[in-house]
C-alpha cells in the first residue's frame, strides 16, 4: 500500500491525458464517442456523490476525475463539426443496456448487485469506444487512456485492504482504458483490416 495522498498525482496526471483529449477535440482531431463520453460523464460523477454519501475518503477523488473529464470531453465534442462521430446501432444498443444498468442500480436493495450492475453499465458504455479504437484508431488519442489507467492504478495501490467493493470500479476500469490505447497505438485493427483486404483485391485483380 502507499500513501492515501498519491490520489492527487493520479488526479494531476488524469487532467494532463485530458487536456490533450480535449485539445485533439477542439482542433477536430479527435472524434469522441458521445454515447460512451456522456454516459462516462454520468457515472463518474454518481458514484462519486455515493462514494462521499459513505464516506470512502481520498480514493473519491479518483472517481471524480472518472466523472469530471468526459463532462469536459462531452461538451468539447459540439465545438467543432469535425469531432462528431456519427452514432451507429451498435453505439445506441449499448447505451440503451448501460442506462438500464443504471436504472437497475438505483433500485436495487443488495449491495453487491446493485455495485455489479454499476460496474456492467460503465464497461457496456465503453464498447462503442472500444469498437471504434479498433476500426478507426486515427480518430481517437491514446495518453488519456493510458493516464486513467494509471490514475486506476494508483488509486488501487492506495486501498487499505481490497475488497470488491474497491477494487472492481477502479479495476474494470483500468483494464478498459489499458485495452482501448493499446487499440490505438497498436492500430491493430486497421491492420487486420488490411491484411483480410488484400486476398480479396487479389482475387478480383
Same mark, same amino acid.
Given at each position: =500500500?502507499?500513501?492515501?495522498?498519491?490520489?492527487? !498525482?493520479?488526479? /494531476?496526471?488524469?487532467?494532463?491525458?485530458?487536456?490533450?483529449?480535449?485539445?485533439?477535440?477542439?482542433? &477536430?482531431?479527435?472524434?469522441?464517442?458521445? +454515447? #460512451?463520453?456522456?454516459?462516462?460523464?454520468?457515472?463518474?460523477?454518481?458514484? /462519486?456523490?455515493?462514494?462521499?454519501?459513505?464516506?470512502?475518503? *481520498?480514493?473519491?477523488?479518483?472517481? !471524480? =476525475?472518472?466523472?469530471?473529464?468526459?463532462?469536459?470531453?462531452?461538451?468539447?465534442?459540439?465545438?467543432?463539426?469535425?469531432?462528431?462521430?456519427?452514432?451507429?446501432?451498435?453505439?445506441?444498443?449499448?447505451?440503451?443496456?448501460?442506462?438500464?444498468? !443504471?436504472?437497475?442500480?438505483?433500485?436495487?436493495?443488495? %449491495?453487491?448487485?446493485?455495485?455489479?450492475?454499476?460496474?456492467?453499465?460503465?464497461?457496456?458504455?465503453? *464498447?462503442?469506444?472500444?469498437?471504434?479504437?479498433?476500426?478507426?484508431?486515427?480518430?481517437?488519442? %491514446?495518453? +488519456?487512456?493510458?493516464? &486513467?489507467?494509471?490514475?486506476?492504478?494508483?488509486? !488501487?495501490?492506495?486501498?487499505?485492504? /481490497? #475488497? #470488491?467493493?474497491?477494487?472492481? /470500479?477502479?479495476?474494470?476500469?483500468?483494464? =478498459?482504458?489499458?485495452?482501448?490505447?493499446? *487499440?490505438?497505438?497498436?492500430?491493430? &485493427?486497421?491492420?487486420?483490416?488490411?491484411?483480410?483486404?488484400?486476398?480479396?483485391?487479389?482475387?478480383?485483380?
Amino acid at each position: =500500500m502507499i500513501d492515501p495522498r498519491f490520489v492527487f !498525482l493520479a488526479a /494531476f496526471l488524469s487532467l494532463i491525458g485530458a487536456y490533450g483529449y480535449i485539445r485533439d477535440t477542439l482542433r &477536430g482531431e479527435t472524434s469522441p464517442n458521445r +454515447v #460512451t463520453w456522456g454516459l462516462w460523464g454520468l457515472e463518474g460523477i454518481l458514484a /462519486f456523490v455515493v462514494e462521499i454519501q459513505q464516506h470512502v475518503g *481520498l480514493a473519491s477523488v479518483m472517481t !471524480l =476525475m472518472l466523472g469530471f473529464v468526459p463532462c469536459v470531453v462531452l461538451v468539447a465534442s459540439f465545438k467543432n463539426s469535425h469531432s462528431v462521430w456519427r452514432i451507429g446501432r451498435f453505439d445506441v444498443i449499448c447505451g440503451a443496456i448501460s442506462v438500464a444498468g !443504471l436504472v437497475f442500480w438505483a433500485f436495487v436493495n443488495q %449491495p453487491t448487485i446493485a455495485l455489479l450492475s454499476f460496474v456492467a453499465a460503465d464497461q457496456v458504455a465503453a *464498447l462503442p469506444t472500444l469498437r471504434k479504437s479498433w476500426l478507426a484508431p486515427s480518430t481517437e488519442s %491514446p495518453r +488519456v487512456f493510458f493516464m &486513467g489507467f494509471v490514475n486506476c492504478g494508483i488509486t !488501487l495501490l492506495t486501498l487499505r485492504h /481490497f #475488497t #470488491t467493493a474497491g477494487v472492481i /470500479f477502479p479495476g474494470c476500469v483500468l483494464v =478498459m482504458d489499458l485495452m482501448i490505447g493499446l *487499440l490505438i497505438v497498436s492500430r491493430i &485493427g486497421e491492420r487486420v483490416a488490411t491484411r483480410t483486404m488484400a486476398p480479396a483485391i487479389s482475387g478480383a485483380a
